[in-house]
């Protein structure tokens, strides 16, 4: 892990991208599981899309879980956040099967969706336990920032390569583009705070800024409103004044162009328009479904076989998706952790008071609230949700930020410098 025994004694990291704080007397971690937290979200985007129908993103999963299970032996984290993700996933997995007994859904379907559910939690286990400090997290942050910028080069080369009204990417369609996107976008602000090297500090505005017109080609209202609050919220915390500027002006300029807007882009887009009141029907669909399940749930993947012929592939909310597939249970379990997260960032920002906002301090805490409030918004802008392996990189960089809020300097620990000297 260190390349040289000046740096060791030293004290001083020789790679602060993926290793821990050498004062806190923290175990290290091979170089290599560094790098695939960075590669980690170009691989769950983009994966299957380079290399066909290899499934990476699963593999790396496992792999993870693997190095979480040798490093459990050395040292076991108790968290709050791993006690619930593993109880969220005994939950997951228990719903799942009685619902799949019950609903009996084709087993091809059922494969696929258990796959990404099963990696997923596998994941955010792996994600909790192997924590260190921010260091960890700022990895994936620059993980997500990375497969950002491929979406935007992508977008871009479909771009000026091909005369298209509206683009997709790498994806089955824009919807998926966009979600993809504004995933990221909410993480470039967690970066930007706690990036210690200023040659890639000032990349995460930039690469926001390509993500934002990325949203806009995809011809997604809401993507492009949820892109344009996170640069909003970001921009008012640096200067609030601009944040006010730039309010005013977008707000008079969606306002003039509105009905123009809206009719561009009801007309294109590869998916028909889907309108507030057709959303709540699609919503009152599913829920319909779950309740001529018995409220167990139709299983995993089993949402399609029983989706009324509506035009539309699926209710457009990853909520609802999840409580007609997995039953209203498991629906309000998830509920519950998720305000449960909700009441750790409100407290960690409540400890943390009298420092600004945009401090690594509080940026955390203060942006997983957002992402948190967001994901009504996020996971509607694809049909169905939990099939794509964003899913399961979402949910698990949700756990690993909730884990650095509880406690970011816990994981203070002696070990034998020398008999790790070789790591890495």
């Not at 620059?142 to 080069?153: D, T």
Request: with cysteine; charged share 10%.
């Amino acid at each position: 892990m260190f390349n040289s025994d000046e740096s060791r004694d030293s004290g001083e990291p020789s790679n602060p991208l993926t290793k821990p704080v050498y004062h806190a007397g923290q175990r290290p971690m091979p170089r290599w599981v560094g790098w695939a937290l960075v590669g980690l979200p170009s691989l769950a985007l983009l994966g299957t899309w380079f290399v066909g129908r290899v499934p990476l993103f699963h593999c790396v999963a496992v792999v993870l879980l693997i190095v979480a299970l040798w490093d459990w032996s050395r040292f076991s984290d108790r968290s709050r956040t791993m006690v619930a993700v593993l109880g969220l996933s005994l939950v997951i997995l228990l719903s799942g099967c009685i619902a799949w007994v019950v609903g009996r859904p084709s087993l091809e379907d059922a494969g696929l969706q258990s796959l990404v559910t099963v990696s997923a939690m596998a994941l955010a286990i792996s994600l909790v336990q192997l924590y260190r400090s921010s260091e960890t997290v700022l990895t994936l942050a620059r993980g997500w920032m990375c497969a950002v910028l491929i979406l935007v080069g992508i977008t871009m080369y479909q771009r000026l390569s091909r005369d298209l009204p509206a683009l997709n990417g790498p994806f089955p369609s824009p919807g998926y583009l966009a979600g993809s996107v504004v995933a990221g976008l909410v993480l470039m602000p967690i970066g930007f705070a706690l990036e210690s090297d200023r040659r890639l500090k000032w990349t995460y505005p930039v690469v926001a800024l390509g993500a934002t017109w990325v949203v806009w080609t995809t011809h997604r209202s809401v993507g492009v409103w949820c892109a344009l609050v996170v640069l909003l919220i970001w921009v008012a915390l640096w200067r609030w004044q601009v944040g006010l500027a730039v309010l005013v002006l977008g707000g008079t300029g969606i306002a003039i162009f509105r009905h123009g807007m809206a009719w561009r882009w009801s007309a294109i887009g590869g998916e028909p328009p889907l309108s507030l009141p057709t959303h709540l029907n699609l919503l009152s669909e599913a829920m319909d479904v779950c309740i001529r399940s018995g409220f167990i749930g139709v299983g995993p993947g089993g949402l399609l076989e029983h989706w009324p012929i509506t035009g539309y592939a699926g209710p457009y909310s990853a909520l609802f998706e999840l409580v007609a597939e997995y039953g209203l249970g498991v629906g309000v379990v998830v509920l519950c952790a998720l305000g449960a997260v909700l009441v750790s960032c409100g407290q960690r920002l409540i400890l943390t008071r009298g420092r600004p906002l945009s401090s690594p301090d509080r940026a955390v805490a203060l942006w997983l609230g957002v992402i948190i409030v967001m994901l009504p918004w996020t996971t509607s802008l694809q049909a169905t949700w939990l099939g794509f392996p964003m899913a399961g990189l979402t949910t698990a960089t949700i756990a690993l930020l909730a884990r650095h809020i509880e406690a970011p300097h816990t994981r203070v620990l002696q070990w034998d410098k020398e008999s790790w000297s070789g790591v890495g």
